[in-house]
């Protein structure tokens, strides 16, 4: 049997864009022989996954997964929302929240990861899946908490268990049990996937994007002619408001609508009489910032013909 090298898989990946074991084997199963190789990949369709490189994946899923104070949330793109009722595909979504509260948030680590029960990595699993089902895919973002003492998970827009269109982790230190504070953590978990905070206290905000905000909200305040000490406290005023829009800690209560965030909590600890502080949150919203293809059938098929 043919030594298969590395620079021989290489150059089988670069032509193919199949996954390292997949070419391995085919380099072993053809005697090294590069083209035949191709052919052996395309037959089992493969290869067919690097066709499908350049074509948007903005659909898909978001998955979680909670562990003893820990969470993940990890977003899994696909084409069409139509993939994301897809048994196999689901599973690998959840598999990967799994994998990601192990092995923590890093997407190149997790790629190099070993997908469960196949024999290959996280990259060679997504490209197998890419020519099984036949849609290009991507593993876009993840996140991970960890030590806090309750995490309390929401999926938004679910369609199975754990797996949705927005995901929210919420973080909260307390000695309180757990059963006292699911209610409030789901709560604000679902206010987080309303609102999409910025930050959780006005100390996190980034302070170039404060500092951008504040000069907007100055120059604002100057067209009005008032004077200097006037446009001063209008500034203020403006840039509390923006605050109460952008932190977490700060925004009215969704759900009554006229409570502030700080406030509910306090409510809830001190019906409890025990400390309850919200320490973090992470939200992911299936496909945000990602530019769809709008091109209408009849352009699609123009392009085709070359007209």
């Not at 509260?101 to 890093?106: A, P, V």
């Not at 991507?138 to 991970?144: L, N, P, S, T």
């Not at 309750?150 to 919420?170: D, E, Q, R």
């Not at 977490?248 to 406030?263: C, G, K, M, P, Y």
Request: glycine share 10%.
């Amino acid at each position: 049997m043919t030594n298969v090298s590395a620079q021989m898989v290489k150059t089988l990946r670069e032509k193919t864009g199949a996954g390292m074991m997949d070419c391995k084997k085919a380099l072993g199963e053809t005697n090294g022989n590069i083209e035949e190789a191709v052919d052996w990949l395309r037959k089992k369709g493969l290869s067919a996954a690097a066709k499908k490189a350049d074509r948007v994946a903005a659909e898909g899923l978001v998955a979680f997964a909670v562990k003893e104070g820990s969470g993940a949330l990890i977003e899994v793109n696909a084409e069409t929302d139509f993939v994301s009722r897809n048994e196999v595909f689901q599973e690998f979504a959840s598999t990967l929240a799994g994998l990601v509260l192990e092995h923590g948030d890093d997407i190149d680590a997790l790629k190099n990861v070993a997908y469960p029960g196949t024999g290959r990595n996280v990259e060679e699993q997504l490209t197998h899946n890419i020519a099984t089902i036949g849609e290009n895919m991507a593993i876009r973002r993840a996140a991970r908490v960890d030590g806090a003492d309750i995490v309390v998970p929401y999926m938004h827009n679910s369609i199975a268990g754990g797996l949705g269109k927005i995901g929210v982790l919420i973080s909260l230190k307390s000695d309180a049990q757990v059963g006292e504070l699911e209610m409030l953590g789901k709560q604000l978990a679902m206010h987080v996937a309303a609102t999409s905070p910025q930050a959780l206290s006005v100390a996190e905000l980034d302070p170039i994007s404060v500092e951008r905000e504040k000069n907007v909200l100055t120059e604002q305040a100057k067209a009005s002619g008032r004077p200097e000490e006037i446009i001063g406290k209008m500034v203020d005023g403006r840039l509390k408001k923006f605050y109460q829009e952008v932190v977490l800690l700060e925004q009215t209560f969704v759900i009554d609508n006229e409570t502030r965030i700080s406030a509910v909590i306090e409510k809830r600890a001190k019906e409890l009489g025990k400390q309850v502080e919200l320490t973090g949150f992470h939200r992911i919203s299936l496909g945000e910032g990602i530019q769809k293809n709008e091109a209408d059938f009849a352009s699609e098929v123009a392009a085709t013909l070359g007209t």
